[in-house]
């Protein structure tokens, strides 16, 4: 990765005076280092937002302090108003490029998905999106690419030992076997079962209102019946019924 200029001014303004830096366009920021005294610095924003967008936190960058000589650093940590978003503090790290650093390093994924995602069968999963890489500063890469056009079939998996990037020169400090992304069903067994046991436990329940509702009907039925069967009765041993009282009571 090319190394990125990028100008710096000494700042004498610490403390709550910072902010008046801030209202000019700047940054503060610090520059430290391995036996290195920390240096108080300050950075135009748009010029550090520009910078950092090609660097990340992998790149080597050019840091010209003043007149002084260049440094090479990297960014290691940027500060953020979690309110508004503003840029508050940056720290650059002065490297030994004859010293290895780690750093980690993002994984992209590339390549086409299988038709079982297209279908909606599978999904991709990606349990790791970064990995923790050691290398000299100038050999350090952006990014690592992962090409996920070979995973076709459920459980299909590309691990840290498939990645492919320079060994020689760079180190992933994981383990080879550890999963960096896979194919898996779109409904996993656990999901699987609880449906299952939902729609049983939804059947048991259609069934027993089912059993309540004949019985209801049953009931009503034997009423009726019942309530016949003994009007009949009536008649039969002489009884008056309602309609004979009431012409009884007319005449």
Known sequence: MDRIPLKAEE????GKKVKKLRRDGFI????????LETEHVAVLVKDFIKTYDQAGETGLIDLKIGAEKIRPVMVKNVQYD?????LLHVDFYQVNLAEKVTVPVPLVIIGEEAELVHL???VVLQPISEVQMEALPGDLIENIEVDIT???????AITV??????????TILAEPEEVVVKLAP????????????QAAEAAAA?????????ATEEGAEGAEGEEAEGGEKGAEEGEETPVETEKKEEE
Do not use: N, W
């Not at 979690?82 to 503003?86: I, L, M, R």
């Not at 070979?150 to 299909?156: E, G, N, R």
């Not at 492919?164 to 020169?169: A, L, N, Q, V």
């Not at 259609?206 to 004949?214: H, N, P, Q, R, S």
């Open 161 to 170: 030992g498939d990645l492919k990037y320079d060994r020689e020169k760079l």
């Open 150 to 156: 070979s995973l076709q079939a459920i459980d299909d």
């Open 11 to 14: 700042r004498d303004l610490l």
């Open 28 to 35: 503060p920021g610090h520059v430290f280092g391995k036996a």
């Open 82 to 86: 979690a309110v508004k978003g503003q």
């Open 120 to 122: 909606g069968e599978a």
């Open 186 to 197: 779109a409904i996993t067994e656990e999901m699987k079962k609880l449906m299952e046991e």
């Open 206 to 214: 259609a069934e027993v209102a089912e059993g309540e509702e004949g």
